[in-house]
């Protein structure tokens, strides 16, 4: 099994969306997906999924949505974190190679509408990342969460 923890990014358009209400932290479905090294990620112009190429294909790799979501105040300063549980690939039929991850919401009907949130590297070094048939790739969500927000 691999477990990574990893660089983290936030597309730009995050902010705008999440502002105006389109995002919402405390509410909807959350995904993430892995793409493989040609995705060359701009923070500046990448704004839903259907901007993302190069995603992993085969071997058993599916988007995977986020469960046990949570948007929770972690003090009395007003900041939040956004946590999960820590999504996991299980790698069937061959391996799975993959260098970036990708979070976005999934609760808009099509990639032309889900909102992309953040990426970063599954390994700092930056490096693909091989799972082998039969392994398991855990992305192991930090104990702060994905993110904070506010205070």
Known sequence: MATTTCSFNYYENFYKHQGAGHIELDAGAFGMLLTTSSYTPNA????FVDDITNEVTGSGYAREILTTVAYTEIGPSGKHKFTSDNPEWLASGGSITA?????YYNTPATDATRHLIAYGFL???PANVVT???ETLTFQVHANGHFTVGG
Do not use: F, P, Q, R
């Open 44 to 47: 500046d112009t990448h704004e």
């Open 123 to 125: 390994d700092d070094s």
């Open 132 to 134: 082998a048939d039969g």
């Open 99 to 103: 260098y970036y991850w990708v979070l």
